[in-house]
């Protein structure tokens, strides 16, 4: 009964043991780390979600383009920075997706299984860049289902100047695993291709 009364009338906010505080300043280090550590900027959207893949020279000599990979399996298509197309003065001007014998615009693929979507090849034109006089044909790069075209770009082909590798992507494709193994080893990795051409 004494015992009891005594640990009553103890002080609530005793001083904790050595051992709680080591393992309170373990848990602070797990969670607020420490600012030296932290990279000078935060990863962007496209770091953080997707494997960055490059193609250099497809096809053409200066046809450099990107293949972001989502852990989904799904990939998306674009011009990487150093295509031939950029460097023209006064930068793309219209986009078309009508290559040959069919308008990819007019795709519409519908439900879970992906109706009406386009089996391409690697090689498949998908769409053409215009610079002034200039067209240049933009390929598939990946062997599968063209879920979905950036239809934005018809109307606002200077997203593809300003945010190619964010807002003015080309397109959306659905690779099966196998076709994606096999092609996979074709491309370079964002570090190769930044030694490659000198990308910073």
Request: glycine residues 4%; neutral net charge.
């Amino acid at each position: 009964m004494a015992a009891e009364a005594a640990a009553l009338d103890a002080t609530p906010l005793e001083r904790p043991a050595p051992r709680e505080i080591a393992l309170d300043e373990e848990t602070r280090a797990l969670v607020v780390p420490d600012a030296a550590d932290l990279p000078a900027s935060p990863p962007s959207a496209v770091e953080a979600n997707f494997a960055r893949y490059f193609i250099a020279d497809f096809m053409n000599p200066g046809h450099d383009q990107y293949v972001y990979r989502h852990p989904n399996g799904l990939c998306v298509v674009g011009l990487a920075p150093t295509h031939v197309a950029f460097k023209e003065e006064g930068g793309i001007t219209t986009v078309d997706f009508n290559v040959g014998k069919s308008d990819r615009s007019e795709m519409k693929v519908t439900g879970k299984r992906k109706r009406n979507a386009q089996h391409l090849q690697e090689n498949s034109a998908l769409c053409k860049v215009c610079v002034n006089d200039k067209s240049f044909v933009v390929r598939c790069c990946v062997k599968g289902s063209l879920l979905e075209i950036n239809d934005r770009l018809i109307k606002q082909p200077d997203l593809l100047n300003t945010a190619a590798d964010r807002e003015g992507y080309i397109a959306i494709f659905q690779p099966k695993p196998a076709d994606w193994l096999k092609i996979k080893d074709k491309f370079l990795s964002y570090e190769d291709y930044r030694k490659l051409r000198g990308v910073c």
